[in-house]
């Protein structure tokens, strides 16, 4: 019979009552669907951090072992004529589509698989960088549509961006002003107890009307795993771990906080916000001139927004039904 050493029979026991926690707090996060709020909470109450939720501080790089080498420059044509309109271009991948490992290019199978994943690395921080910056002041323009309108003009590579003036691109595509990325890194270490995934890139915001630079900046993050091993089954477990905390999700997660640490330096535009209050008052404004009032009849709108007067109808048909109303009206304050 073989005998089990105390010192394995204490790991067992150990990842057992892990194993028991992890359960017990699955059970815990669960969720009933039951509300646990009154449902009177008002909505548009003021957020609290928003220009630096989700920005690092020094403690955070210094537990996360992550320098976060970091560089921002705004210029001053950004604080008194901010562009509105920004077409966010395809990114140029300076790394390239290979696997790096150790620093070590592990080619892939066909140029053809190569270009796909140049590609795919570039428009994941992309797609990633676009989603933080929709959510800003400004007027996004629609990635697809961006390609779209690349594709048709015959740009199909970095090198075809580079030669067309930023000034003749923002003509076409409607921009105030373009921004330009370059993919500086997008690599993975792992030495069993260490682990890294080192993810960066680069920006520019170009102005559509005379070309100079409204900001620039790049970002780099630095996923760290350092784990210590104190017998050879610690290092084997350890070593798993690392292997399994490169997965792809890793990444993804890297390439976000990249992403979202660029769009938060960008400063804010606070006259565009304020601009887009009024627009949006004025709006309802207009539109609840249009309301009936004790002494004025119903105004129907059509489909472009015109306005008319309700059909007359005939008394002499007394029994004939009042004509319904048009999708989507409303009255305020009549029963």
């Given at each position: 019979?073989?005998?089990?050493?105390?010192?394995?029979?204490?790991?067992?026991?150990?990842?057992?009552?892990?194993?028991l926690i992890l359960l017990f707090a699955a059970g815990c996060f669960s969720s009933n669907g039951k509300r646990?709020?009154?449902?009177?909470?008002?909505?548009?109450?003021?957020?609290?951090?928003?220009?630096?939720?989700?920005?690092?501080?020094?403690?955070?790089?210094?537990?996360?072992?992550?320098?976060?080498?970091?560089?921002?420059?705004?210029?001053?044509?950004?604080?008194?004529?901010?562009?509105?309109?920004?077409?966010?271009?395809?990114?140029?991948?300076?790394?390239?589509?290979?696997?790096?490992?150790?620093?070590?290019?592990?080619?892939?199978?066909?140029?053809?698989?190569?270009?796909?994943?140049?590609?795919?690395?570039?428009?994941?921080?992309?797609?990633?960088?676009?989603?933080?910056?929709?959510?800003?002041?400004?007027?996004?323009?629609?990635?697809?549509?961006?390609?779209?309108?690349?594709?048709?003009?015959?740009?199909?590579?970095?090198?075809?961006?580079?030669?067309?003036?930023?000034?003749?691109?923002?003509?076409?595509?409607?921009?105030?002003?373009?921004?330009?990325?370059?993919?500086?890194?997008?690599?993975?270490?792992?030495?069993?107890?260490?682990?890294?995934?080192?993810?960066?890139?680069?920006?520019?915001?170009?102005?559509?009307?005379?070309?100079?630079?409204?900001?620039?900046?790049?970002?780099?993050?630095?996923?760290?795993?350092?784990?210590?091993?104190?017998?050879?089954?610690?290092?084997?477990?350890?070593?798993?771990?690392?292997?399994?905390?490169?997965?792809?999700?890793?990444?993804?997660?890297?390439?976000?906080?990249?992403?979202?640490?660029?769009?938060?330096?960008?400063?804010?535009?606070?006259?565009?916000?304020?601009?887009?209050?009024?627009?949006?008052?004025?709006?309802?404004?207009?539109?609840?001139?249009?309301?009936?009032?004790?002494?004025?009849?119903?105004?129907?709108?059509?489909?472009?927004?015109n306005t008319a007067s309700p059909p007359v109808q005939d008394k002499t048909q007394t029994d004939s039904p009042?004509?319904?109303?048009?999708?989507?009206?409303?009255?305020?304050?009549?029963?």
């Amino acid at each position: 019979m073989m005998k089990i050493s105390m010192s394995s029979w204490k790991v067992v026991k150990g990842l057992a009552v892990l194993l028991l926690i992890l359960l017990f707090a699955a059970g815990c996060f669960s969720s009933n669907g039951k509300r646990r709020t009154t449902g009177e909470e008002p909505f548009f109450q003021k957020e609290e951090g928003i220009a630096e939720h989700g920005k690092k501080k020094t403690l955070d790089r210094i537990y996360q072992i992550d320098p976060g080498d970091k560089e921002f420059e705004v210029s001053d044509k950004f604080y008194t004529d901010p562009p509105r309109k920004i077409a966010i271009l395809p990114f140029d991948n300076l790394v390239g589509g290979n696997y790096i490992l150790n620093s070590v290019p592990i080619p892939r199978f066909s140029e053809k698989e190569t270009d796909g994943w140049n590609w795919t690395y570039a428009n994941r921080l992309r797609r990633f960088f676009f989603g933080h910056f929709a959510a800003r002041e400004f007027v996004d323009i629609e990635l697809k549509y961006v390609d779209k309108m690349l594709q048709e003009l015959g740009i199909l590579t970095p090198n075809d961006l580079y030669k067309i003036p930023a000034q003749e691109l923002g003509r076409i595509l409607g921009a105030d002003a373009l921004i330009y990325g370059r993919v500086t890194e997008y690599k993975n270490s792992y030495y069993a107890l260490f682990k890294q995934i080192r993810i960066g890139l680069h920006i520019k915001c170009v102005s559509t009307e005379d070309g100079s630079i409204f900001f620039e900046g790049e970002q780099i993050r630095h996923d760290n795993d350092i784990r210590v091993a104190t017998n050879p089954l610690d290092f084997v477990i350890a070593s798993f771990q690392n292997s399994m905390s490169m997965r792809d999700v890793y990444a993804a997660r890297a390439s976000e906080e990249v992403t979202r640490e660029l769009v938060i330096r960008i400063p804010l535009v606070t006259s565009f916000i304020e601009e887009e209050d009024q627009r949006i008052k004025d709006r309802i404004n207009s539109k609840l001139s249009y309301l009936p009032t004790s002494d004025t009849g119903v105004l129907y709108e059509d489909k472009s927004g015109n306005t008319a007067s309700p059909p007359v109808q005939d008394k002499t048909q007394t029994d004939s039904p009042e004509p319904p109303l048009p999708r989507g009206h409303f009255s305020v304050g009549m029963q």
